[in-house]
């Protein structure tokens, strides 16, 4: 009775919740108080009120028998949390997080990281970035403090190579992905060097862990490690040479890699990636080649949702906003236009309202060329009811993202330059 309650309410005194409304630490054992709970040995509730109590138990208590009751009071949480419809979103979340912490202290990494994923994932939807970092890191700690014989093993991010050697395919996509989502965080807080160290440790891990040269690993699982890495080398997480060698070379093993794997949702991703160097090169005729290749795989009704689960935006779509640029560079004005109108009339409808960088990703560089070319209060229009609007319709106010400082300054340079000649109530913008 003694090791189960410790157990409990070890955790529960860290966490200072309460669960169904019931409080699980800091209270004397009792044997009278009778209560129908999954917690309660014999219908008796179990409590410590001195900390030597627990202390005791800890000290004969092995670690197998601490993640094994780990393991049973998560399985049964677990199936409460699924079975109560009754809970509203903020208490569903509190409970996953207690859930969550239930696996992890069982050792099973695996449900942890699925928990840690989809528990981050709604924190990054937020703007909560720095919180979902500090749970990938929770969960990773799992396999960075686990005990090994050779303490002189070689590492990588961290994590010892006896741990990666014991890893099932399973836990290697599980921990590819936390990667994956850490690195994503980062480099949304424009943490840049850290977002490339998590992009490059998943790398690492894969290179180094045998399990990922099983049949039944997905590779594709490691496509957006390229995206990653993409992203971040735009944003200065490392010097490139004159020829931007490491960015074509990682540009020509994202594309193979991701047309041998046949999926529609990481070949387009991979081109998009291609063609965005081959513009920032000045190669424009050549990226626009590989856009045009794009328009014939690419799907916005069948793969938005994909690739926007995958790389958080749609960076496929993203392809033909840059096609805007490509155009006016080479003098195409008209050209230019016929992109901007495909943007604004076909993709943007189409687009997630709700995902907010995605929109301003998208309609940057339209709003930018309508601008440039006359049309600065359509290009206002556009973006106050697509991007400006559509955030406050699905964050309200008090919610957070990455763009959100410059939708005031955008606003007003487009009504300045759609108002050359008259007053503008500059006040709207300053308050």
């Not at 004397?28 to 900390?51: E, G």
């Not at 190579?161 to 936390?178: H, K, N, W, Y």
Request: aromatic residues 8%; negative net charge.
């Amino acid at each position: 009775i003694l090791e189960q309650s410790y157990i409990i309410t070890e955790e529960r005194n860290a966490e200072e919740g309460d669960i169904g409304g019931r409080s699980m630490g800091d209270v004397s054992i009792s044997l009278k108080r009778r209560q129908a709970h999954p917690f309660y040995l014999n219908n008796r509730r179990i409590r410590f009120t001195h900390d030597s109590w627990r202390q005791t138990v800890l000290n004969v208590l092995l670690d197998e028998r601490k993640q094994e009751i780990h393991h049973h009071v998560a399985a049964s949480l677990e199936r409460d949390l699924e079975n109560d419809v009754a809970l509203n979103e903020d208490d569903t979340f509190d409970r996953r997080m207690i859930v969550f912490r239930h696996w992890k202290l069982s050792g099973n990494f695996d449900k942890a990281s699925l928990m840690a994923l989809s528990m981050g994932s709604q924190m990054m939807w937020f703007g909560f970035n720095s919180q979902a970092i500090l749970l990938f890191e929770d969960v990773l700690s799992t396999l960075t403090n686990a005990k090994i014989a050779d303490e002189d093993a070689e590492q990588h991010f961290g994590i010892s190579q006896p741990v990666l050697d014991s890893l099932t395919t399973g836990e290697l996509e599980a921990l590819v992905r936390i990667l994956i989502a850490k690195g994503k965080s980062h480099s949304t807080l424009l943490q840049v060097e850290r977002g490339w160290d998590a992009y490059e440790g998943a790398l690492d891990i894969i290179n180094n862990t045998p399990s990922a040269d099983d049949e039944g690993y997905n590779r594709s699982v490691s496509f957006p490690i390229f995206s990653g890495l993409f992203v971040v080398l735009k944003m200065g997480a490392v010097a490139e040479d004159s020829g931007h060698t490491y960015e074509r070379t990682l540009c020509e093993r994202f594309v193979e890699q991701a047309r041998l794997n046949g999926d529609p949702v990481h070949y387009g991703r991979a081109l998009a990636m291609q063609a965005e160097t081959l513009g920032r090169l000045g190669l424009y005729e050549e990226a626009l080649s590989v856009v045009d290749e794009i328009r014939g795989i690419y799907d916005i009704e069948t793969q938005h949702e994909s690739i926007c689960k995958a790389y958080g935006s749609d960076r496929v779509a993203q392809a033909f906003t840059h096609s805007v640029n490509f155009n006016d560079a080479l003098g195409r004005t008209e050209a230019a236009f016929d992109a901007c109108r495909y943007v604004v009339d076909h993709l943007v409808p189409k687009s997630s309202p709700g995902n907010i960088h995605n929109m301003f990703v998208l309609l940057y560089a339209v709003v930018v060329f309508l601008k440039e070319n006359g049309q600065a209060l359509r290009a206002r229009e556009i973006f106050q009811l697509r991007v400006v609007d559509a955030f406050e319709k699905h964050f309200g106010s008090g919610g957070s993202t990455v763009s959100k400082p410059m939708f005031k300054p955008i606003l007003m340079l487009l009504d300045l330059q759609g108002h050359q000649d008259d007053e503008i109530d500059v006040d709207e913008y300053t308050s």
